[in-house]
């Protein structure tokens, strides 16, 4: 009885197992695959408006809009305070990780393309994808 319990216990986590590293595996594939649908834009607003906060400050980005457009009502920061803490912690990530020291990130916020490239061309962008 003994035995049939431990065989019974290893054979399920054999199973659990080779679900986990199967779908990781599945996980990892269906993110390259969908390289070409992911919607860059809204990547590009998250990095601009993080890394706008950590060169300005984080609360002042919210006064900087306001005295930009007075009397127009067109922000450019659509963030709310949540939101724009995490695209500011991911933006330093990125600088961090995947960029290189002294690089001039107002440029990248201007052309991403470039970026995106040069991060591709070196294998980084793959480096770090989920293992925030």
């Known amino acids: 009885m003994l035995l049939q319990r431990a065989a019974f216990i290893s054979f399920l986590l054999c199973i659990v197992t080779f679900a986990l590293v199967a779908g990781l595996i599945v ?9 070409s649908i992911r919607f860059e834009g809204d990547i590009n607003n998250a990095f601009r408006q993080g890394n706008d906060a950590r060169r300005v400050g ?3 980005r919210y006064d900087d809009q306001r005295a930009l457009h007075e009397g127009d009502d ?24 995947v960029g290189a020291p002294g690089a001039d ?19 980084r962008h793959t480096n770090y994808a989920g293992r925030c």
Not at 74 to 96: C, F, M, N, Q
């Open 105 to 123: 990130w107002r440029a990248v916020a201007d052309s991403f393309e470039p970026f995106y490239r040069s991060a591709r061309d070196s294998g």
């Open 74 to 97: 067109d922000y450019e920061l659509d963030y709310g305070p949540a939101r724009l803490l995490i695209a500011t912690v991911w933006s330093k990530w990125v600088v961090e990780k």
């Open 27 to 35: 996980r990892r594939w269906a993110w390259d695959q969908g390289e």
């Open 58 to 60: 984080y609360l002042d």
